[in-house]
């Protein structure tokens, strides 16, 4: 699925009255298959921002557009079926606590099923060699028939991305898949998951704080500052003076690194980068 944003901005309908717009004018195309990162610090508008992308956030200026689609233009239906090609992957993934592994992962795919089929699927999981392959692509294929709730943290958010592959959505949108995960996992999950979008020709928008593995693994990353874009460029031309200018005042979400040379490429000074 290919995106555009024109002058899109957000508000939340909760925010307090006066509270800058938690996106400001923000354009932004995306092409079918492609991975783009998403950074920057606490607070400036990542999720919002994939919450605009997934049509769960209406912009109250400006323009979304799916595949040249309006959603916000469509009737009730055709919206939910296109809501049913995208995948969104919440910071804090909602996994039912009783729920079997193999259901929670298989019901990524319910909105591509039948009714019938959603039904029994819950109750009898059928494609068990799906939700295997999907788990195993992040290590944890040994939890298939394990109880959500006595996963670690770690193993939740693994499963929640074998959730997101198992879906088949053609718009992948992951909000922050590494917080609970150790470094190695880190990279592990990332490779997988960027790998199997690149497979399925699912588009990717990722947001993360380590920027160190958003340089490595996206081709593209954008930075966003006070809900504004700071910057959308090949992953290659992020300098540390430009990281170093989206985390100012910020920085204690960067690791403790030296100061930047101006504009020196990454590979020349590796900056940052755990953030958090
Ligand atoms: N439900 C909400 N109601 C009101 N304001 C909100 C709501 N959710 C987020 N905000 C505000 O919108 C702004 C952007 O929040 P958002 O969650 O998009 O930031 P973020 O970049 O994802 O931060 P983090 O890195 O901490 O996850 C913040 O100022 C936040 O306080
Ligand atoms: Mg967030």
């Not at 995948?87 to 591509?112: E, N, Y």
């Not at 985390?247 to 504009?263: K, M, N, R, S, V």
């Amino acid at each position: 699925m290919k995106l555009r944003l024109t002058n899109a901005t957000v508000r939340h309908p909760a925010a307090r009255a006066g509270a800058p717009a938690a996106l400001r004018g923000l354009d932004l195309a995306v092409a079918q298959g492609e991975q783009v990162a998403v950074i920057g610090p606490s607070g400036t508008g990542k999720t919002t921002l994939l919450h605009l992308l997934a049509c769960a956030q209406r912009p109250a200026a400006g323009r979304l557009q799916l595949d040249d689609t309006d959603p916000w233009a469509l009737p009730l239906g055709a919206l939910q079926r296109l809501r049913g090609r995208l995948f969104l992957a919440p910071q804090v993934p909602p996994l039912p606590p009783r729920q079997r592994v193999v259901t929670a992962v298989l019901a990524g795919r319910l909105p591509h099923e039948s009714l019938w089929a959603s039904v029994r699927s819950l109750v009898h999981p059928t494609s068990i060699a799906l939700a295997e392959h999907a788990l195993a692509r992040f290590d944890v294929a040994d939890k298939l028939f394990d109880r959500v709730d006595r996963l670690s943290g770690g193993e939740r958010q693994r499963v929640a991305l074998a959730r997101a592959l198992a879906s088949q959505a053609s718009l992948l949108l992951v909000d922050e898949p590494l917080s609970a995960l150790d470094p190695a996992r880190a990279q592990q999950a990332l490779a997988s998951l960027t790998q199997a979008a690149r497979e399925r020709g699912a588009t990717l928008i990722a947001t993360l704080h380590h920027v160190d593995m958003a340089l490595r693994h996206f081709p593209r990353v954008i930075g966003l500052r006070g809900g504004a874009l700071a910057f959308d460029l090949p992953s290659a031309q992020v300098t540390p003076a430009l990281l170093h200018q989206l985390y100012a005042q910020h920085l204690e979400e960067l690791a403790p690194t030296a100061p930047p040379a101006p504009d020196a490429p990454v590979a020349a000074a590796p900056v940052p980068m755990q953030c958090r």
